[in-house]
């Protein structure tokens, strides 16, 4: 398993921008990266992922067009551009690492970083 430490977080106005930063412990060249969003009183959701090739990506419905993940693998990092943000965007942000070959019970989360969106 890798660690992973988000960074970037932080109060935005609505209509912003943020950039989230995962940054692993070893090489992210084996795993499928993703991240998710707990907003106060509600379960995590997934929020976009990409593919350890960085070839395929998916989105969640309410950040399609808004939200752009990519991955650096030769630095070990993980990016979530955040434009247009809103208020219902507000969340502790979670950063996953899911290894190729094992699945989702590989899955290793960050300690998180909040995103607030109010004027």
């Known amino acids: 398993q890798v660690q992973l430490v988000e960074s970037g977080g932080g109060l935005v106005q609505p209509g912003g921008s943020l950039t989230l930063s995962c940054v692993a412990s070893?090489?992210?060249?084996?795993?499928?990266m993703g991240w998710y969003r707990q907003p106060p009183g509600a379960q995590r959701e997934l929020v976009a992922s990409?593919?350890?090739?960085?070839?395929?990506?998916n989105y969640a419905d309410s950040v399609r067009g808004r939200f752009t993940i990519s991955r650096d693998n030769a630095k070990n990092t993980v990016y979530l551009q955040m434009n247009s943000l809103k208020p219902e965007d507000t969340a502790v942000y979670y950063c996953?690492?899911?290894?190729?070959?094992?699945?989702?019970?590989?899955?290793?989360w960050g300690q998180g970083t909040q995103v607030t969106v109010s004027s």
């Open positions: 996953s690492a899911d290894h190729y070959a094992l699945g989702p019970a590989s899955r290793s």
């Open positions: 070893g090489s992210i060249s084996f795993y499928h």
């Open positions: 990409i593919t350890r090739g960085g070839i395929t990506t």
